[in-house]
């Protein structure tokens, strides 16, 4: 249909109006962690966040002030996973994955391509992205807790440092 009636516009508008000074404030307060995707759980919440403020803007079923609650416990939720998987080992172990080298000193991992259930075709992109066209330039390539792939090059691998803690089979 292409128009109801004045009125579900008006509401829309007034409510969109509204939800949208909320969300505003609701990451304002939470900060910029509720945002962020670092991990898969961030990623569903920054998700969730935007099909909660689509369901306020146009579900004429959910009053702004059921909405504005969600994105409130969203954010409270948020806060309290990101701050127990600061604060614990457990925590974190529960909610993130743990990063996975793929391709080590530009030798592809099978084991672990197998496992993540990446292929070398897309590895062979990550490290083109990069502006290498050769796999013996690369010093590792890890599949990260967002599920982006990082590339590190050999001339920039240095003391390989940042690979602590990325493991091969995981």
Do not use: C, H
């Amino acid at each position: 249909m292409w128009f109801d009636s004045w009125s579900d516009i008006a509401r829309v508008l007034a409510v969109g109006a509204a939800a949208y000074v909320t969300v505003v404030v609701v990451l304002r307060f939470s900060g910029k962690r509720t945002l962020a995707k670092l991990n898969a759980f961030d990623w569903v919440v920054s998700v969730a966040f935007g099909s909660t403020l689509a369901t306020i803007l146009l579900s004429s079923d959910v009053a702004w002030a059921e909405g504005a609650a969600a994105l409130a416990l969203l954010a409270a939720l948020q806060f309290a996973v990101a701050w127990t998987t600061a604060r614990t080992t457990r925590g974190r172990a529960t909610v993130t994955a743990r990063p996975t080298l793929l391709l080590e000193d530009g030798r592809p991992l099978p084991q672990a391509l197998l496992r993540q259930r990446v292929t070398l075709d897309e590895i062979r992109q990550a490290v083109r992205s990069t502006g290498s066209g050769d796999l013996s330039d690369v010093a590792a390539v890890v599949l990260e807790s967002d599920g982006s792939l990082s590339v590190i090059s050999r001339s920039r691998a240095g003391d390989r440092s940042a690979l602590e803690g990325v493991g091969t089979t995981s």
